[in-house]
Nanobody, 121 residues
Framework: QVQVVESGGGLVQPGGSLRLSCAPSGRILRVNDMGWYRQAPGKQRELVARILSGGSTNYADDVKGRFTISRDNAGNTVSLQMNSLKPEDTAVYYC???????????????WGQGTLVTVSS
């Protein structure tokens, strides 16, 4: 079974920064694309950023220029550097991995448990 550990959430003032990290573990043969999603109160879960195995990235329009997604393929970790945070960024952030599990014939989508980011004065 694949386990996911998220870290880095917390309370930050507007204009501040946070860095989220997420790492899967378990019987993983390969980690393909990785991403971060968020769900604000009363809202649908939405894509924040995604990074493919080749390094290409995709960002939601409202975070471009402020957030940066990166991955450490050796450690199978994904990070989200969040700068210039706004109250509108307040949400539960979830990491997501598309992984190939050992002895499995298909890829799996794996989600972190979520970490709360609160941007408030």
């Amino acid at each position: 079974q694949v386990q996911v550990v998220e870290s880095g959430g917390g309370l930050v003032q507007p204009g501040g920064s946070l860095r989220l990290s997420c790492a899967p573990s378990g019987r993983i043969l390969r980690v393909n694309d990785m991403g971060w999603y968020r769900q604000a109160p009363g809202k649908q879960r939405e894509l924040v950023a995604r990074i493919l195995s080749g390094g290409s990235t995709n960002y939601a329009d409202d975070v471009k220029g402020r957030f940066t997604i990166s991955r450490d393929n050796a450690g199978n970790t994904v990070s989200l550097q969040m700068n210039s945070l706004k109250p509108e960024d307040t949400a539960v952030y979830y990491c997501n991995f598309n992984v190939r599990v050992l002895n499995a014939g298909r890829n799996l989508e794996v989600w972190g448990q979520g970490t709360l980011v609160t941007v408030s004065s």
